[in-house]
């Protein structure tokens, strides 16, 4: 496993997102990264499908559609399978695979929540197990406080791996005449463990989206995840502009274009710094 952050199983049922009268939905995407190295250029793949059920039918109600559950605070199951591949340079040989199921239950008519996910994480030899757990509270009409903790353990072969990353995250949604603006963001700070190495895991994101219609929404997202290694530092800082559209209740598209760096401080060794693109396409579909 490389050292990166847990790939949260709260994604399984956080991206299908867009919502309508109706109950199951199923998303499916595909995208890439491109680094440029001094040495060679590395591009990946990334694919993946979900499929998340409502307990109670989800309706618009003058809402966006990609909004409409979180506004009404619905209960949800999914289950999901992610992927990502190198495929330059040609010699590399590297497939990382995420599957699992996860759970995001309101507790009654309170004001609280609760969540919780396990999954499989698969990466050449290495074999892990993962799973998280979240409580959250509405602490506004249209506002979620989130707290996570996040769990994966496996080995590579003899070489034991264990990482911890506690989370917590903010989202509201304010109502401007006939839009709305979805705001909010988070913090993340962690540890790996990888045989004798221990490093430091930290992240901060903000985001912003303004949904013009109940159909249509753009916005962007700023992202900064640092590694602080033995011998290495990592920081990675990219911004996500996103764009989508619901040609109706049913079916839905979004987009997504990332720009960002990447800068390695190894000790004793020059600064290297390495720009990064990335796209991300996807679809919906709910019934």
């Known amino acids: 496993m490389n050292k990166q952050f847990i790939p949260a199983l709260a994604l399984l049922v956080a991206c299908g997102s867009a919502q309508a009268d109706f109950n199951l939905q199923v998303d499916g995407y595909f995208g890439g990264v491109e680094i440029d190295t001094d040495y060679t250029d590395i591009e990946t793949e990334n694919t993946g499908i979900s499929a998340i059920y409502y307990l109670d039918s989800v309706s618009i109600d003058g809402k966006p559609i990609r909004e409409a559950a979180f506004m009404g605070r619905q209960s949800k199951i999914g289950i999901g399978y992610m992927q990502d591949e190198i495929t330059k340079p040609s010699y590399a040989d590297f497939k990382s695979e995420l599957y699992g199921v996860a759970a995001d ?102 985001f912003v989206k303004w949904y013009v219609t109940e159909k249509f929404g753009f916005g962007g997202q700023l992202i900064v995840d640092s590694v602080d290694g033995r011998y290495e530092d990592i920081t ?48 919906q579909v709910r019934f």
Do not use: C
């Not at 209740?249 to 990332?258: A, T, Y």
């Open 105 to 206: 239950i309101r507790i009654g008519e309170s004001p609280f929540r609760v969540g919780g996910g396990y999954g499989r994480h698969t990466n050449g030899d290495y074999d892990g197990d993962v799973f998280d757990l979240t409580f959250g509270w509405h602490v506004a009409e249209l506002g979620l406080l989130s707290f996570t903790y996040s769990n994966e353990s496996g080995d590579y072969g003899r070489v034991d791996v264990d990482q911890d990353l506690f989370s917590v995250g903010y989202k509201q949604i304010i109502k401007l005449n006939n839009s709305h603006l979805s705001v909010g963001g988070g913090a993340s700070v962690g540890s790996v463990e990888e045989g004798l190495d221990d490093d430091d895991l930290s992240q901060v994101n903000g």
């Open 236 to 283: 990675t800082v990219q911004f996500v502009a996103n764009a989508s559209y619901d040609f109706n209740e049913l079916i839905g598209v979004s987009v997504e274009l990332g720009r960002g760096d990447i800068n390695y401080d190894e000790t004793g060794y020059e600064e290297i710094e390495e720009d990064l693109f990335s796209y991300k396409l996807a679809a």
